[in-house]
């Protein structure tokens, strides 16, 4: 399973131009510049590389870094409980 904190610093890097040093878990996606167009498409490249399906009200205005982890180790379990009950 992908490590979702790498995946994301490795996101906000590449896609957006963010130093993963500027990157900490209580700092809001809007503090790194991420409006709502950002956060959409942050989304989907998310979905892309992890198969989570996050929507914008799960990115709200005043989420975190660390919400954005927390909710995508929260899907990735969600999944992996599903995979390991269909096996």
């Given at each position: 399973?992908?490590?979702?904190?790498?995946?994301?610093?490795?996101?906000?890097?590449?896609h957006?131009?963010i130093?993963?040093?500027?990157?900490?878990?209580?700092?809001?996606?809007?503090?790194?510049?991420?409006?709502?167009?950002?956060?959409?498409?942050?989304?989907?490249?998310?979905?892309?590389?992890?198969?989570?399906a996050?929507?914008?009200?799960?990115?709200?205005?005043?989420?975190t870094?660390?919400?954005?982890?927390?909710?995508?180790?929260?899907?990735?379990?969600?999944?992996?409980?599903?995979?390991?009950?269909?096996?």
């Amino acid at each position: 399973m992908p490590d979702p904190h790498e995946t994301l610093l490795g996101i906000l890097e590449a896609h957006f131009g963010i130093d993963r040093a500027e990157v900490n878990p209580s700092v809001p996606l809007t503090a790194l510049e991420l409006d709502s167009l950002a956060r959409a498409e942050l989304a989907l490249i998310l979905r892309d590389r992890l198969g989570v399906a996050l929507t914008e009200e799960d990115l709200p205005e005043g989420a975190t870094v660390r919400n954005v982890l927390d909710l995508l180790a929260a899907r990735m379990e969600e999944a992996e409980a599903l995979r390991a009950g269909g096996a």
